[in-house]
């Protein structure tokens, strides 16, 4: 996705702000994705017997950063607790990424 079109419907400033307070002491970073379909794009460096990781999230809707609508956050924030597998327990998880970046 292009910066132009990022802006339109993401902040990213405060997207990045989230992620450095997100990430603490773990060697990451954030950018914008290159795939048309995705927001941001999050690699994650490899550390001892983890090997590093790349993650893209973030659809192309707009995410509460850029509209502060409370009802749709709170219905994403719902429909995405539902969302099955190991997540929870994964900090570098799409799915708890894009709920603490973007929402």
Same mark, same amino acid.
């Given at each position: 996705?292009?910066?132009?079109?990022?802006?339109?419907?993401?902040? @990213?400033?405060?997207? $990045?702000?989230?992620? &450095?307070?997100? =990430?603490?002491?773990?060697? *990451?970073?954030?950018?914008?994705?290159?795939?048309?379909?995705?927001?941001?794009?999050?690699?994650?460096?490899?550390?001892?017997?983890?090997?590093?990781?790349?993650?893209?999230?973030?659809?192309?809707? @707009?995410?509460?950063? $850029?509209?502060?609508? &409370?009802?749709? =956050?709170?219905?994403?924030? *719902?429909?995405?607790?539902?969302?099955?597998?190991?997540?929870?327990?994964?900090?570098?998880?799409?799915?708890?990424?894009?709920?603490?970046?973007?929402?």
């Amino acid at each position: 996705m292009k910066l132009s079109e990022l802006v339109k419907i993401s902040d @990213p400033a405060e997207v $990045k702000r989230r992620f &450095e307070k997100y =990430r603490g002491t773990t060697k *990451a970073e954030i950018s914008v994705s290159p795939r048309a379909d995705k927001k941001y794009m999050i690699r994650v460096a490899a550390t001892d017997g983890n090997r590093g990781r790349i993650i893209h999230i973030g659809s192309t809707m @707009p995410d509460f950063t $850029k509209t502060a609508d &409370e009802v749709k =956050r709170k219905s994403y924030l *719902a429909r995405s607790a539902g969302i099955k597998g190991d997540w929870k327990s994964d900090k570098w998880s799409a799915n708890n990424l894009s709920r603490a970046l973007m929402w």
